[in-house]
């Protein structure tokens, strides 16, 4: 919510193009002049840019979060964003957000240093859920024998692959994939937006395993 409130969004007209506190993180590279550059931050925000999972601004924000916590550098975009005034009031008002706030944003900079001694355990490598929400959904990881048809039938909603029928014959029965279950990867390649075809084909192809 820090990061949320009063968070100004200079290039969305009437709020069709909508951004979060992404959109400054991911660039803040650029804006460093005289401060030194954290290598690890860096490498952070080009793996969530560039992740095939992520697809909206929300999600990876949510993301950089979850990872940042991990890493212990969840500090470090606020330190140098709050060295930057220019950029600061580019992106929060001062009326309601604690990030604008030049007082405020020191108590922040105090508690997030303080969060940096925590050692956070989370599931970083299931995210394509963040695009949507915070919820953190039950994961089931499958592997099977190689074999030439999985033996369940697909759907779409929202994008995503919904099981809606599983072959009680099947190795997929067996291991225990039942109808609603969503679909996140098969064969190591995330499956979201997949189109119909290209899903049917990985699924009666699987040479290599679930």
């Known amino acids: 919510m820090c990061f949320v409130s009063d968070h100004t969004e200079p290039n969305s007209l009437f709020g069709l193009n909508r951004q ?25 925000v080009s793996q969530i840019a560039n992740s095939p999972k992520l697809h909206t601004p929300q999600g990876r924000g949510r993301c ?22 220019r950029l600061t009031s580019y992106w929060y008002g001062t009326d309601h957000s604690i990030v604008g706030d030049p007082l ?19 599931d970083v490598n299931h995210c394509s859920f963040l695009d949507e929400t915070w919820i953190i959904p039950v994961y089931m990881s499958v592997s099977l024998q190689p ?29 225990g994939i039942q109808p609603g279950y969503m679909l996140d990867e098969l064969c190591g390649e995330t499956v979201y937006n997949f189109a119909g075809g290209k899903v049917g084909w990985l699924g009666t192809h699987v040479d290599e395993g679930l």
């Not at 991911?26 to 690890?40: G, H, I, M, R, V």
Request: some cysteine; proline content about 3%.
């Open 20 to 44: 979060d506190y992404w959109s400054w993180i991911e660039p803040l590279q650029d804006y460093y002049f005289n401060q030194k550059q954290n290598p690890l931050l860096r490498q952070l």
């Open 64 to 85: 950089f979060i979850r990872r940042a916590l991990c890493q212990k550098l969840i500090s470090v975009p606020v330190e140098h964003l709050a060295a930057n005034k």
């Open 104 to 122: 405020l944003i020191k108590e922040l900079m105090s508690i997030l240093f303080e969060v940096t001694e925590i050692d956070f355990q989370l």
């Open 147 to 175: 074999v030439r048809e999985l033996g369940v039938k697909v759907g779409h909603t929202d994008h995503r692959v919904l099981i809606t029928e599983v072959d009680k014959d099947s190795m997929a029965y067996q291991a």
